[in-house]
């Protein structure tokens, strides 16, 4: 007793489930992601005294970045084919509502999907997007921009 | 950036229909309990005053909230006097849940519970809660008595002290230990309302016994 004690993990979890689980769903697929879901909190509970006064959400976007590029080698193939080439078979689409812009997503470069992922999946600032992706401000703000780019790309040349 | 506006759109709204990691996070939260992972597990349980709340650690029950007792201010006391590693698992507080239930619907008498008495303060305090822990369902032992089977007959202020910090009230049956004299029963955590009402409940049960 005595000592700043760090916030019970369980309010941690309630805070972070929805935009990690919204991340990971972007990032490896819906099905996929609950595992990686189960693996980046289990990582954040063993190593819970590291975050330490930092930034809660950038810290658990990091694990959960790093539980999805171990996806990625684990299963030695992407979610969905490399670079500009569309698959030849349609994706498949949510249910109705869903505009399926994710799958899109999936498409595209590494850094790109990732970048879109921490800033719309986890609602991270493009500071902590930098810090999650280990690099700097300025070229988070850049993947992200580029990939926005490349979506809409993608998009018209689908729809035309 | 405005011609993408549209699409951030898009990409924002679609996540919102995803839902489910609530049940995620519960699996999570259960199997973080059973594995060992996590340091202390906690649930809540309806009373018929109020809702109360139980904690578990590997060795044992180790801390009970009073019904209404805020379960914030129950959370962060076992994340600051156990450990931060903390989660919400019902499943593994299944037996502590049943045995409050019947106890408050005045069906169970005793606990079969493992104890964990790793927050109660040592020396006397601790043998004040050992010797109120032996108290049976229905028995009452008055402050002076308490302090004086802890050894220190003259220590009736700091029993009354001691019972006041028991993290594992109704368990540890703090309530069963009264004012000497009088109808009022003296303090209680949860009030003095609750602590009459668990002593006619158990009171009421003894005398359905006797018929």
Request: aromatic share 6%; hydrophobic share 35%; net charge negative.
């Amino acid at each position: 007793m005595g000592k700043v004690s760090p916030r019970p993990f369980n309010a941690f979890l309630e805070e972070h489930r929805s935009p990690v689980l919204a991340f990971l769903r972007a990032m490896v697929g819906p099905v996929d992601a609950d595992d990686c879901f189960q693996e980046t909190f289990m990582s954040a509970l063993r190593s819970y005294e590291t975050l330490d006064g930092g930034n809660p959400r950038a810290w658990v976007m990091t694990i959960a970045r790093n539980k999805a590029i171990d996806h990625h080698r684990a299963t030695g193939r992407r979610p969905v084919p490399k670079g500009d080439e569309l698959p030849d078979v349609p994706a498949p689409r949510a249910p109705e509502p869903d505009s399926g812009l994710w799958s899109e997503v999936a498409a595209l470069p590494d850094r790109q999907r990732e970048a879109l992922g921490l800033r719309f999946a986890a609602d991270l600032r493009y500071r902590e997007i930098a810090h999650a992706m280990n690099t700097t401000e300025e070229a988070a703000r850049q993947s992200v921009h580029e990939g926005l780019k490349n979506l809409r790309r993608r998009i018209e040349r689908e729809g035309g | 950036m405005s011609e993408t506006e549209d699409i951030e759109r898009l990409l924002r709204a679609d996540l919102r229909r995803g839902g489910g990691s609530e049940a995620l996070a519960r699996r999570f939260a259960e199997y973080a309990a059973g594995s060992g992972e996590a340091d202390v597990a906690f649930a809540t349980v309806d009373t018929p005053v109020g809702t109360t709340s139980v904690a578990t650690t590997e060795r044992g029950i180790v801390s009970v909230g009073l019904p209404n007792h805020p379960l914030d201010d129950f959370v962060e006391r076992l994340a600051s006097e156990i450990s931060p590693r903390v989660v919400e698992a019902p499943g593994r507080l299944d037996q502590a849940r049943r045995e409050l239930e019947e106890y408050f619907s005045g069906e169970r008498k005793r606990f079969d519970l493992a104890l964990d008495w790793a927050i109660v303060p040592g020396g006397f305090y601790r043998k004040v809660l050992e010797a109120t822990a032996r108290l049976d369902y229905g028995e009452v032992m008055t402050y002076g008595e308490v302090a004086m089977s802890a050894g220190n007959p003259r220590a009736h202020r700091a029993a009354g002290t001691a019972l006041g910090a028991n993290p594992l009230p109704i368990v540890v049956p703090c309530h069963r230990v009264v004012r000497s004299g009088g109808r009022d029963p003296g303090n209680y955590g949860g009030g003095r309302e609750l602590k009459q009402w668990l002593l006619d409940l158990e009171s009421a049960d003894l005398d359905l016994d006797k018929i």
